[in-house]
């Protein structure tokens, strides 16, 4: 497969910009080789710039849940374009989205519309902040939740792979407020409550982490965290970023039957576009400015190509429902994986919720920081380089997950199993 073409474009981008990249993630540093430069995508491929097609199970790290492409979202965002791409001033589109998320998601009363996770993530924070009047924040080793400086703290995936777990340039009057706990640890967060309870203003998490590959909560950790928090008078806020619409139509919070306070959105939630969004119950949510005092804006918020994108995509997942399918598209690539892995000799074992799912290159099963940082990372390496070659594109690291979109077929899916098979021989 020539990817001459591809260096080529690689190479300039190096040159006006860090790393030839605009999110560290792209970059192949910890699989070796240049990163693919993208020409289009198709449904569950993506085409390069030297006409190489692979199935796609990065979907733009999370976002296309519907496959690129898909006719009727690329319809809405056309027809919002002729209308113009921005006013900074409400518009019935909002509204739509606003709608979809609070029938879709339980827990959610109210909603605030941004434009990245990262922004959700901070916004929430901030929120949590100014409602309890406490200042410490409770997160977990490799939770990511986007590169907000009080959360760059034993942040996983881009981090982790880099060697980066705390960035320069993050003061330490950011992360002094930060309390970093082990994921799945019930009785870690049980003495940070009786410790230090009455100082802390929210725990936030991934309700099944993304960012150290996946990871499932277990049902003692779940019922901890909203016990302790819920006792203590801090606010639980569920990092869905990656889970929402994405594990189920109502999140992990519905699939898992949990409930948060607030709830960050973002990745499907704006079909392929910049958007996200945070929200939870109204009480809370009216602290925001212009109703309450905690300020947040955003010149492009609630975007009206951005909002096209989003609410056209819950309206397919809402009416088509690809949730079970995706289940056993999802299981069928699980149970194929584990198995090449197995009949090659691999020590591996392999984590799925829906259509999210890690392969990891480690014998034990991996539910927190400490063991997905075992993985033998070389192996990865050399498995990811394998299923490029073949036209698998994966994640390009051990610690993310990869994802399945509703346009993959049986077909794809077989076809990704027989190339693992040759690519961990
Ligand atoms: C991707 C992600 C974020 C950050 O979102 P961006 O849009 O990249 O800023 C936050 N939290 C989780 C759980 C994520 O997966």
Redo the contacts with the bound molecule.
């Keep these: 497969m020539s990817r001459s073409r591809s260096d080529e474009v690689f190479a300039a981008a190096q040159t006006l910009m860090p790393g030839g990249v605009n999110?560290p993630a792209r970059a192949f540093g910890a699989v070796g080789g240049n990163p693919v430069v993208i020409d289009r995508g198709e449904g569950a491929y993506l085409i390069d710039v030297d006409g190489n097609r692979y199935i796609d199970y990065v979907l733009s790290?999370?976002p296309m849940i519907l496959g690129h492409c898909h006719e009727k979202v690329s319809a809405a965002v056309h027809a919002a374009v002729d209308r113009g791409t921005s006013y900074g001033a409400p518009t019935e589109a909002e509204n739509r989205l606003a709608e979809l998320i609070v029938s879709a998601m339980e827990s959610v009363e109210k909603v605030r519309l941004v434009n990245?996770?990262?922004?959700?993530?901070m916004s929430a924070i901030r929120l949590a902040r100014g409602y309890t009047g406490r200042d410490v924040v409770v997160k977990f080793a490799g939770?990511?939740?986007?590169?907000v400086d009080s959360l760059l703290v034993a942040a996983g995936s881009s981090a982790a792979t880099l060697g980066v777990p705390d960035s320069p340039g993050v003061t330490s009057g950011c992360s002094q407020d930060t309390m970093v706990l082990a994921y799945n640890d019930s009785q870690g967060l049980v003495d940070a409550f009786s410790e230090q309870g009455e100082r802390i203003a929210a725990v936030i998490f991934?309700p099944v982490?993304?960012?150290m590959g996946c990871v499932i909560p277990s049902d003692e950790f779940l019922a901890a965290l909203r016990q302790q928090t819920e006792a203590q008078g801090a606010l639980l806020i569920v990092?869905?970023?990656?889970?929402g619409f994405r594990v189920a139509y109502g999140g992990a919070q519905e699939r898992l039957g949990i409930r948060g306070d607030l709830t960050?959105l973002?990745?499907v939630v704006g079909g392929g576009l910049?958007f996200?969004a945070y929200g939870g119950r109204a009480d809370i949510m009216d602290h925001m400015l212009p109703v309450g005092s905690v300020f947040q804006a955003g010149t492009l918020s609630g975007n009206p190509i951005a909002t096209a994108a989003g609410a056209a995509t819950l309206e397919i997942l809402r009416d088509e429902d690809p949730y079970p399918r995706l289940e056993e598209l999802s299981s069928r690539l699980e149970r194929g994986l584990s198995a090449a892995a197995t009949d090659a000799g691999v020590d591996h074992s392999i984590t799925r919720v829906g259509s999210m799912m890690t392969l990891f290159f480690n014998p034990d099963p991996v539910t927190c920081w400490d063991q997905a940082s075992r993985c033998d990372k070389e192996h990865f390496a050399r498995y990811f380089r394998g299923q490029l070659e073949r036209g698998v594109y994966l994640p390009c690291s051990q610690y993310e997950a990869l994802f399945l979109s509703a346009a993959h077929t049986e077909a794809d899916v077989d076809a990704t199993i027989a190339s693992a098979a040759a690519a961990l021989e």
């Excluded at 990245?116 to 993530?121: C, D, L, N, V």
């Excluded at 939770?143 to 590169?147: D, E, K, T």
């Design positions: 999110s790290w999370g990245s996770g990262t922004e959700a993530t939770n990511y939740h986007g590169h991934e982490v993304g960012n990092d869905e970023v990656m889970t960050t973002g990745k910049p996200a």
